[in-house]
């Protein structure tokens, strides 16, 4: 399934673009955060599953950047790895509770 163009996380509106080779090579990273820039980075040479994980693990970082909440990018990272595993799966297990609650944020 191909990922969104755009991902909004609080007031800035996100890239989603595809990693290149040498950004992969480089960083070792499935996917990177460019908060200056606002541009998810995200390796194409993934699984479906393991691209949406990585998406949402950047979206996490951009949330932490977005909101100010921490500042040590190594705690970040971890509590940020965790979340991105913990929450795909309650997404993954609660589909009618994660689309009813879409309806009522929306309003």
Known sequence: MKLPSYVSVGSMKYQVV???QEMHEVSGAHGLCD?????LHINP????????STLW??????QFEESAMLKDKEDEE???SHLERIQC???RDNPTFIRNLTKVLRG
């Open 35 to 39: 908060t200056t820039q606002c541009i």
């Open 78 to 80: 971890t509590l940020v």
């Open 57 to 62: 693990h950047e979206v996490l970082h951009a």
């Open 18 to 20: 595809d990693m290149t």
């Open 89 to 91: 799966l309650v997404f």
């Open 45 to 52: 040479n993934q699984s479906d599953k393991k691209r949406w």
